[in-house]
């Protein structure tokens, strides 16, 4: 069985440019989950997708957007970076939406704006 | 709204001592309660989790937590710490219709040997 995977696993960038994440999700799973961990805090919910669909969003502005292709991997897109945008962005994965659908984490993408 | 509070940001024990870490949460309706490990330059990963049943759940790595509803607690617990578990560890708490879920801002562990 594969884990969730993510690409790549650091990355800088400088404010107001563009940068997309990947995810690739665990065999057999249909939901991702995408998470905003910066320094020294908790993960934060971005949003959740779901047989590619937005399934629902947390509490973060329009330029963060994503996408989910048929084979169930997932992108994450943020534009006009900010420096607050710095942080670990956390993919999970899960067999689907329900309480006991248990998110698998992949080890993350460490995104630097400068 | 369904939050999490981890009370310590730093909990220090000696090598074989009873480790806990704290946790408290606030969901309307049932709680499903999590915990979640982070290694260094690594992502989550999954100890145990309370979704139903008996108040005192077994996981990973001989941790263990007990779910208070009362107190709205669920500590995590070894009896016999290792150097090894130094380590970052967050609680996260969702309920039955939200499908989201919402982390505490962790707990740094340190084991000394």
């Known amino acids: ?114 | 709204a369904q939050s999490v509070a981890q009370p310590e940001d730093q909990v220090n024990v000696a090598e074989g001592n009873p480790l806990t870490v704290k946790c408290t949460y606030s969901v309307s309706g049932n709680p499903y309660l999590f915990w979640y490990v982070q290694y260094p330059n690594r992502g989550l990963q999954f100890l145990l989790k309370y979704i139903t049943g008996d108040n005192l759940v077994k996981g990973s790595y001989g941790f263990e937590a007990e779910f208070n509803k009362s107190q709205t607690s669920f500590h995590l617990k070894k009896p016999s710490a290792l150097v090894s578990d130094s380590a970052l560890y967050f609680c996260a708490v969702r309920d039955r219709y939200d499908y989201k879920l919402s982390f505490g801002a962790g707990t740094t562990v340190t084991v000394r040997a």
Request: hydrophobic share 25%.
């Open chain 1, 1 to 114: 069985e594969t884990g969730v995977t993510q690409s790549p696993t650091h990355l800088i960038k400088t404010r107001g440019q563009q940068v997309t994440l990947r995810c690739s999700s665990q065999s057999g799973h249909n939901t991702v989950s995408w998470y905003q961990q910066a320094l020294g805090q908790g993960p934060q919910f971005i949003f959740q997708y779901y047989r590619e669909e937005e399934n629902g969003r947390g509490n973060f502005p329009p330029r963060f957007s994503g996408l989910q292709f048929p084979n169930y991997s997932s992108e994450l897109n943020v534009n006009a970076l900010e420096l607050d945008d710095s942080a670990l962005y956390l993919c999970a994965s899960s067999s689907g939406t329900g309480v006991y659908n248990e998110q698998f984490f992949g080890p993350g993408t460490r995104l630097t704006v400068l």
